[in-house]
């Protein structure tokens, strides 16, 4: 009976430990894909949401360009009391009396012409909202560039630690191995110190690359705006190198896709035609402006009275007859307004939009320069990339073969200690060499995808 209330109350606590303390009972790391850090770094990023968020402005000042093509319509009236001396029509003379008044009124006014103006404004404040969306494509691409390699240094960092691992245990069992002939007496003892040396150097190595490996994760985990806790691993990418090394470019094509595809130059020749805009606008304010305009209302005044034809005394005209039936009034007609002199700011905004448009001409040509140049880089360097990884990658099998060589030579005793960790560094450089070769090939590639505009449409 003893045991079977020991086992019930196992039971229990089992069973709270799982929805009381579901950490410490399941621990499941997140596992993001190339896709999943490229959408949350898009969609996190503080500086995206701050283009965002000025698009809004421009979405604002373009509507507003739209509705200024319509009539403005304005709606008025106070109510009001004027105590003190004032004149008094029924009395012909000043009384110290108490007047209260209402007055309202409707206005309207629609621009005939001022010199294309306000069509002006409206097209500069589509391109303006242009530039703006492009400029948050532009951001993006830089976002997903920078991510793309803290990605890819994250895969370099755990194929070097997975490297650093192996290391650790060849090195150690080299060490096993020359304790076991010291004590045959088939080694002398410095040997074994001089192996022990190698074997401490590769522990601190593993200890150095783990290190850095949680440090670049954490550097991901700041990009990607998440907290800085949170236990992550990344799956590789679901592209193999043969799929790099089959893509053959033409410089040409890669130019022309540049030239069509660029956030940045789309954003820098909206804004041209912005600036070109602006010259129009400045250049109106010299014309002649024609508008139409119309107005109506009514107002009422307590000292207002009449003689009332029945009683023959004078009677307060009541607010409603006032109103809206003996005081109203209209008013309509046209404004003509021509500039003749106000002290040359007219000519000083032509002259500033004029300037603001030839730099940023210069601006174009500059960026189409830059473009060539550095997709020309990129272009050279993924060639000469693909070289060094193919190179690289004959160099591991050769060093793996002199390695594995020298160990059989070691084990049979024709090889001597200091060939063996000679063989066993240039083996891992070797590897190393080529795992660097490949992420540095993965990583050009993606810069030539940068360049191109067109980041997110590869891998």
Known sequence: MVLYFIRQKAKLLCFLSIFLFPSLSISQEKVFTYEDILSIAAEHNVEIKKEK?????????????????????????????????QWSDQDARLLNTTISSVNYGI?????????????????QNKQL???QKEQIDQSVQDILLETSQQYLQILLDKEMLKLAETNFEVQKQIYEQIKLYVSLGKRASIDLLSQEAFYKQSEASLIEMRNKL????????????????????????????????AISYDFDLLLKEALNNRSDLKKIIAEKAAAFSEIKISKSDNSPSISLFYSYGSNYSSNRTRIDKIDNIS??????????????????????????????????????????????????LNLERS????????????????????????SVEVSQKSFEKQQELFRLGKGSLLNLNIEAQRNLQAHSQHIQA??????????????LGNIKQHF
Not at 224 to 245: C, H, K, R
Not at 373 to 394: C, G
């Open 129 to 131: 909202l242009i530039a």
């Open 371 to 394: 473009i060539f140049i550095d997709l020309q880089n990129a272009f050279q360097n993924f060639n000469l990339f693909r070289e060094n990884y193919i190179i690289n990658a004959s």
């Open 214 to 245: 949680q440090l670049d994760k954490g550097q991901l985990l700041k990009s990607l705006v998440l907290e800085l806790n949170e236990e992550f691993d990344i799956a590789p990418l679901s592209s193999n190198v043969n799929e790099i090394m």
């Open 438 to 451: 490949l992420y540095t090939l993965l990583f050009q590639k993606m810069v030539v995808d940068y360049h």
């Open 107 to 123: 206005n309207s006014e629609l621009t005939i012409f001022n010199g294309f103006k306000k069509l002006s404004q409206l097209k």
């Open 53 to 85: 968020n000025n698009l809004k402005i421009n979405k604002a000042i373009k509507n507003q360009g739209v509705a200024n093509l319509f009539p403005t319509l304005n709606l008025n009236g106070n109510a009001f009391k004027t105590e003190g001396l």
């Open 315 to 364: 009677k307060e005209i009541s607010l409603e007859d006032q109103l809206f039936k003996e005081n109203n009034y209209s008013r309509y007609g046209v404004n003509l307004k021509i500039p003749v002199f106000n002290g040359f700011r007219n000519r000083t905004n032509i002259v500033r939009s004029k300037v603001l448009y030839e730099n940023l001409l210069l601006s174009h």
